[in-house]
C-alpha cells in the first residue's frame, strides 16, 4: 500500500510541476542556451521502435518542466561552491575565466595549449598540406586574387595566466606554431599567425582585454590583430594597435557561459571595438573576402568600413569552383587553433 501511495505522489508532484510551470511560463525563462538542439516530440515519433524507450527519455529530461532554472541553480552552486563546472567542453580558469576544453570537432584544445608532442603533425601531413596550399594560392593568383592564410590564436595561450593549474605547458612551441612556420617556409601563400603580437599586447595591457573571459572566442580589439595582420600579409596598410581608439560595442552574453549552465552566474561582457577604424584609413576600392570560422566573423566590422565590398562565408563553401571565381581582390582563409583538422581537410580538396 505504501508503495502505491509513494507512486501515487510523485506522479502528482510530476504533474503538478507541469501543470504550475504552464501557469507561469511567461514569467519564466525558457531559453535554450545549450550549444545543442533539444529533443523535440516529432523527432521521438521517428526513427526505429527499439529506440523509442530512450528518445522518450531524452525528450522528458529536455523537456521537463524548470529545466533550466533547476540546471542553472545547480551550476551555479557547484561553481560557487567548488570552483568547477559539469560540462565536459569548459574549464574554468581564475578571475571568472573560463576556457574550452574539447568537443566533437575540436582538435585537442588542452592539448595544443601544452604544446604536446602527440598533437603534431607528421612531415608527410605539413607537406600535403603545404602543396595543397601552393595549388590553391596560384589558381586565385591567375584570376587576380591574393591568398592569405590567416591562424587565429585561441585564449588559452594569450591569457595563460588564467588557465587552471592542472594543465602545464609541455612546450612553448604547440602544434600551430609549427604548422606556420613550415607553411610560411614551403610555400609562397602569406601566413598570417598573429599570436606573438597578440600576447605581447594583452602582456603590456592586462586591463584591456582581447579575448571575452566567458566565451570562446576574442573581442573586436583582438580582432584587429587577426585582421591587421592578414591585410598586411597581402601588402594592404595598416597602423599599430595604439593608433585605434576602443570603445564600448554592445553587451555579449559567452557561449561557454552557456554550455556551462553559468550564465545566471557570470555577468554579461562588453565587447571593444575600434570606434574611429573608418576615420583612420581612405576608403580602398578592392574587395576582400574571407572564407572562415567564427573567430574571422569580427572582421566584417571593419572591413565594410574600409572597402568597397566585402563578404563572409564558412570554411566548408572553400572548394574548387569558389577558388575558380573567387569574386574579390584578396581572399582571407581563415581559422582558428581547435579548427586545424578542418584546415587541413579543406586544403585536401585542391
Not at 530512450?54 to 525528450?59: I, T
Not at 587576380?144 to 594543465?167: F, H, I, N, W
Not at 583612420?280 to 566590422?301: C, I, K, M
Request: charged share 20%; aromatic share 10%; proline share 5%.
Amino acid at each position: 500500500m505504501a508503495k502505491k501511495w509513494l507512486i501515487g505522489l510523485f506522479c502528482a508532484i510530476l504533474g503538478g510541476s507541469f501543470l504550475v510551470f504552464n501557469v507561469f511560463s511567461k514569467q519564466l525563462s525558457g531559453d535554450n542556451h545549450e550549444n545543442r538542439l533539444l529533443t523535440t516530440l516529432p523527432s521521438v515519433l521517428q526513427g526505429p521502435l527499439s529506440g523509442l524507450i530512450a528518445r522518450l527519455d531524452s525528450f522528458f529530461v529536455d523537456n521537463s518542466p524548470f529545466r533550466y532554472q533547476l540546471t542553472a541553480l545547480d551550476a551555479g552552486l557547484d561553481y560557487i561552491l567548488f570552483g568547477t563546472t559539469q560540462s565536459d567542453q569548459v574549464l574554468t580558469g581564475r578571475d571568472g575565466w573560463l576556457f574550452y576544453k574539447d568537443g566533437p570537432d575540436a582538435a585537442h584544445p588542452v592539448a595544443n595549449y601544452q604544446g604536446l608532442p602527440s598533437t603534431f603533425d607528421s612531415e608527410e601531413t605539413l607537406a600535403a598540406a603545404a602543396a595543397s596550399l601552393q595549388r590553391l594560392g596560384d589558381t586565385l593568383a591567375a584570376r587576380g586574387c591574393t591568398l592569405v592564410l590567416d591562424l587565429a590564436p585561441s585564449k588559452d595561450r594569450v591569457y595563460r595566466e588564467q588557465m587552471p593549474t592542472g594543465y602545464p605547458i609541455v612546450n612553448d612551441e604547440n602544434r600551430t606554431d609549427r604548422l606556420a612556420a613550415y607553411l610560411a617556409e614551403h610555400t609562397t601563400v602569406p601566413v598570417n599567425w598573429s599570436y606573438a603580437a597578440v600576447r605581447a599586447q594583452a602582456l603590456a595591457d592586462p586591463d584591456t582585454l582581447l579575448y571575452f573571459k566567458t566565451d570562446t572566442h576574442w573581442n573586436h580589439a583582438g580582432a584587429l590583430f587577426g585582421l591587421d595582420g592578414a591585410l598586411a600579409a597581402a601588402g594592404v596598410e595598416t597602423l599599430p594597435f595604439s593608433a585605434y581608439e576602443l570603445g564600448d560595442n554592445g553587451v555579449q552574453t559567452g557561449d561557454l557561459a552557456n554550455v556551462a549552465a553559468l550564465y545566471a552566474v557570470l555577468p554579461d561582457e562588453h565587447d571593444l571595438a575600434a570606434v574611429n577604424y573608418a576615420s583612420l584609413y581612405e576608403a580602398d576600392p578592392r574587395t576582400v573576402g574571407v572564407v572562415g570560422d567564427s573567430f574571422s566573423g569580427y572582421y566584417q566590422l571593419y572591413l565594410q568600413q574600409r572597402f568597397a565590398g566585402s563578404w563572409y562565408q564558412e570554411p566548408e563553401t572553400l572548394t574548387p569552383e569558389l577558388a575558380a571565381e573567387p569574386g574579390c581582390d584578396i581572399l582571407i582563409l581563415s581559422v582558428t587553433e581547435r579548427n586545424l583538422d578542418l584546415l587541413l581537410t579543406l586544403l585536401g580538396r585542391f
